[in-house]
């Protein structure tokens, strides 16, 4: 399926030596995966910066006793539909819930749904987590 | 239910009115919970960096086309149950699936398990975010 | 000097608790100063996402054996003369030198001078650190 | 002076596509060099998790009108001796002092000098960029 080529890059020896030592040390499999992953942690930075569409999660933490909390959450996430794959929610403890939402959609909009999220009052945590569609990152 | 104390500061008052129209960009609702989130924020980080246990979720992006890789993922999470709470999967497009497993437990071992899994071939994107288990955490 | 007004949040006894040893562990001497310290952390990512003025640092460290790198770097500094304050040179030992520029200005224009050192050939490092005027931030 | 070897590595063409844009936007001259600092950065940031001496700047904003800051800067400073290089001092504005600590030494007792100046009273900003000696970063 996949459609390679080769790059060829020059390298001082040390750095390529040090750079293979870290490939060890990680696991990482081969150098070719290792190149591959940095520059898709760029491109991946750089979509959110100027991209269409990204896709990531929002990750919430709170006490699920704090009332009108859940219907607050309840009621930005149907605003937001477009956004939002699925929500996946877990009791933690007695008291503490993880929610976990899974969003594809332009970075703004992601970015100010995240916001939204952040300022429902009883939250202990709310952060998002940037990732790809992958469409356009091999 | 919650058990709550005045905390009095002493600010500039240039820095609090700045602080003041922050709050209202944002949509965050009372100074109290602006302040509260500023806090907690530093606990997490300091959670992951000496606690025993956080909780996160680690992000992944595939084409599911990729030979053998699936199994390989699915080998190193079971290696790994008593970290994963649970793992969501999503059909990006006809290529590409985002994976995200809610995980907790000590830091040390979350990092392990993301460090293992990114090193899989074939992966596009293996991302750590860190979260709470809201326990030790107000 | 100073113009101080009190402001009164609401906390949970057990945040306001953890709030205070990590105070306690990090020595810092009031809860005014470590709360101040938070808003103003969050202030200054503002003001690069959307300030007109802040301040910062590029830190590069490079191989002075690099034919015609110190010269490509003052060129580009000499374009730029309305961002940076001043260069400062150090010679960490036969072979390498970090060299670290004030800078003040826009931000874009601060990320575009950084980005322009940041792709002369020989450079081992160059990396941008954000800071303020304290112009706005009291 | 540099030794050099060729690396070769396969990669997704479109991911070598994009990459070769992304070198394009900004303004990086080779491929070589593109590759070489993504490898450089992930060992900076190891660099500063297990090595043994790292390079940096602490980059503090105050009010110089602030009573005893001044002092207390310069006594934390003279007990660093062994970790600072040279203070670069900026006078911003009437009020405001941009100073520009470049380090050099243990990431962790580095770590510690910025800890200890963040803490005293009356600085406006106290960060810490993380670089490299280069020595063992070609």
Not at 8 to 13: A, E, M, P, Q
Not at 41 to 69: C, F, K, N, P
Not at 72 to 94: C, G, K, M, S
């Amino acid at each position: 399926m996949s459609n390679l080529v080769r790059m060829s890059v020059s390298l001082d020896r040390d750095l390529a030596d040090r750079f293979d030592r870290e490939i060890e040390r990680t696991g990482c499999p081969t150098r070719s995966k290792a190149v591959a992953d940095l520059i898709r942690q760029s491109l991946v930075r750089q979509e959110w910066a100027d991209g269409d569409e990204v896709s990531g999660a929002v990750i919430m933490v709170y006490d699920h006793h704090t009332r009108g909390l859940g219907g607050r959450l309840t009621r930005i996430q149907h605003d937001a539909v477009h956004l939002i794959l699925a929500t996946q929610h877990f009791h933690l403890d007695h008291d503490n819930c993880l929610e976990i939402l899974a969003v594809k959609g332009p970075p703004r909009d992601i970015a100010r749904l995240h916001e939204k999220l952040a300022a429902v009052k009883g939250l202990k945590h709310c952060s998002l987590a940037a990732a790809t569609t992958g469409r356009e990152l091999p």
